[in-house]
């Protein structure tokens, strides 16, 4: 894991070797084991790299890294996870290795398949390869987008790196905030575009694409895309037998082999452990896995470590469930109790390393666990990131759910499954509310804008309505427009929660959050084999009779602890933010809403921000959310374009 820079000038200009180390220096956090450059100035081109050593800790895994011939070279940061296989391959094909590395792999594999080598690989990446001979640059990015890739592309010159703020350590690119994803953000909560960001003129490469960049311009193209589940909803028989226990099979055995595969390491491996289904499936697999003793390349310190967030406050506290788990695995319990007094210190420097807006103080919960993974010596965590939305652990996924089955008319699957909806799930809504919003999903998609607005969903009402007016977009047309011929309702909510909005800005906290401590954080569940599997059953494998992540609960029986296998609540690592902002950070943050530069911000109507603020103080209403946004974008603007 690492933090990669790189300038291309095609004028061939020489590079500013001191601007290219300052881009690279100022990652130094994702890589303090080394670092490096390699400069062509015939070309124009500039690569910077900084090292965290998790795979052959020796010299031989410096970067940039050239082939044998000195022709392509790489900057590169992730974990193929399936570099050995892939190297006793390459290798039957004569190539030659000089080091243990998956960074070669990627050189080699390059050499052998070109564009294509991005099929073969199993793991996170975002790496830049020039390639002299062919004269052109080829950047590629994972196909969830663990890792990240943002560029400029300013007509006769290209920068790329890790994080924005490498990019803005060039002070001729303007610093411009892209007001229409503010919006997105205060109105929605929205806070990953895929291609934009808030800097305009700044863009990410999006998941599963790469980059071809050459004299003749910039080609951005997608290599790997999820298909939509098959809809064999209507056949509750096989879905209750010998299917189900078919598909819970294969799922263990593909989950267990992702897992096996990110315990590869020349460092310790760890585990984060909320004490929900993910995390914990994690662990225990994990236990199993260095049990039996696996692969030489498996590092381990003398006893499995697991590092948790824990609340005083019951409602958000998920210690029985941790100890459950602790107790069957007998790994070593390591907690942090996230505090409020201490968060208004530390946002700042989350904000820093977060580059963007993020959505809630859960950030906080999780940059707490990684900075004590980080005391305890750790380089490399597990974590379950992802799960929710591949196995519809959401509980907005029974309202898409209803409204595929009232619009396939499988009257007799509606029916049991709201009856079980009601019964079974612990957070249910009134039914009143159920039915509007199974209904408001079935309305045509060009009628959803009014419909939104006649119920007040468009926008809350503490907007100033100038910047609405300017900046004002749907948000039920912007996201059902991003996957609207895949499959159902049902596949839709998962293929967009999984590959446009939802999953894309958590693994965007995940990965700032743990290389703020160069921890490099690894997530099983998004191996692409499990994922195009899941995607693959009938929804009852997701959700069956007012039950979730039904697949995992039946592949991890005899495993997990019956106590988290069957437990029907989601938390994960939540904060309680709507108890902290009615009492002991009140004052904080009346004092931000009361200043002069956040009333001087044309984004908001003061006088209903003040009014909002009362409600929730009260206890009359919880505007944690909406708080949280307010404070955040605050400090975000204060530190990135007031400095």
């Excluded at 399936?82 to 190539?95: F, I, Q, V």
């Excluded at 009856?419 to 309305?443: A, E, G, I, K, N």
Aim: hydrophobic content about 35%.
């Amino acid at each position: 894991m690492c933090g990669i820079a790189g300038r291309v000038h095609f004028d061939r200009q020489p590079i500013n070797r001191a601007l290219l180390r300052r881009m690279t220096d100022i990652q130094a956090h994702r890589g303090p084991d080394g670092e490096g450059y390699y400069f062509d100035d015939t070309a124009g081109l500039g690569l910077g790299h900084r090292r965290l050593s998790i795979i052959d800790l020796s010299e031989a895994g410096h970067q940039p890294m050239g082939n044998e011939d000195g022709t392509i070279w790489i900057t590169y940061n992730g974990e193929v996870y399936n570099y050995l296989e892939l190297r006793r391959e390459l290798k039957a094909k004569g190539h030659v290795f000089k080091s243990q590395t998956d960074t070669e792999v990627v050189i080699h594999a390059y050499e052998e398949w070109g564009e294509e080598c991005l099929q073969y690989f199993n793991g996170m990446w975002s790496f830049a390869i020039w390639d002299s001979t062919k004269q052109h640059l080829f950047c590629a990015r994972d196909r969830f987008g663990i890792k990240p890739f943002y560029y400029f592309y300013g007509g006769r010159r290209f920068l790329f790196a890790s994080e924005i703020k490498a990019l803005l350590e060039d002070r001729t690119i303007d610093r411009k905030l892209n007001e229409r994803l503010v919006y997105g953000y205060l109105a929605f909560g929205i806070c990953e575009h895929l291609s934009e960001t808030f800097f305009s003129g700044i863009q990410q490469l999006p998941p599963a694409h790469y980059l071809v960049l050459n004299h003749a311009g910039i080609h951005v193209n997608r290599y790997w895309d999820l298909e939509p589940a098959c809809r064999d909803q209507d056949r509750p028989s096989k879905a209750n037998g010998h299917d189900a226990e078919e598909y819970a099979r294969q799922f263990y055995h593909l989950l267990r082999d992702s897992v096996r595969l990110r315990l590869r390491s020349d460092v310790p491996v760890g585990t984060c452990l909320s004490g929900g289904l993910d995390s914990s499936s994690i662990v225990c697999l994990m236990r199993d896995l260095l049990s039996e003793g696996g692969e030489k390349s498996f590092r381990i310190t003398e006893r499995l470590k697991t590092f948790s967030s824990c609340f005083d406050e019951q409602k958000y506290d998920e210690r029985d469930f941790i100890q459950a788990v602790l107790q069957k695995t007998r790994a070593e319990e390591n907690l942090v109790f996230p505090s409020p007094h201490e968060l208004f210190d530390v946002i700042p420097k989350m904000i820093w390393h977060q580059d963007e807006p993020f959505e809630s103080t859960s950030i906080y919960a999780q940059w707490n666990v990684m900075k004590l993974a980080r005391e305890k010596g750790m380089k490399v965590l597990l974590d379950g990131q992802g799960g929710d939305e591949l196995l519809a652990g959401y509980s907005d996924y029974y309202f898409s759910l209803f409204a595929d089955l009232f619009a396939t008319i499988s009257w007799r699957s509606l029916v049991e499954e709201m009856t079980d909806y009601f019964r079974s799930y612990p957070h249910r809504l009134p039914m009143w509310m159920v039915v509007l919003r199974t209904v408001f999903l079935l309305v045509p998609q060009s009628l959803q804008p009014s419909s939104r607005r006649l119920l007040g969903l468009d926008k809350p009402n503490w907007l100033a309505a100038d910047f609405v007016a300017a900046h004002g977009f749907d948000r039920g047309a912007s996201i059902n427009g991003a996957a609207s011929s895949r499959g159902g309702y049902f596949d839709r909510h998962l293929y967009r929660r999984l590959a446009v909005f939802g999953l894309p800005s958590l693994l965007r906290y995940e990965d700032r959050d743990s290389m703020a401590f160069s921890i490099e954080a690894r997530v099983p569940f998004l191996d692409h084999r499990l994922v195009e599997f899941v995607f693959s059953l009938p929804y009852r494998q997701k959700i069956h009779r007012g039950v979730t992540k039904v697949i995992l609960r039946n592949a991890m029986k005899g495993t997990l602890p019956e106590k988290v296998r069957t437990r029907a609540d989601k938390m994960g690592f939540a904060t309680p933010e709507d108890i902290w902002f009615r009492t002991t950070l009140k004052e904080e943050v009346k004092a931000l809403i009361s200043d002069g530069s956040f009333r001087r911000r044309r984004y908001f109507d003061i006088e209903r921000v003040e009014k909002e603020f009362e409600l929730h103080c009260s206890g009359r209403k919880n505007s944690s959310g909406d708080i949280w946004r307010w404070i955040n974008l605050e400090l975000w603007l204060q530190t990135f374009f007031e400095t």
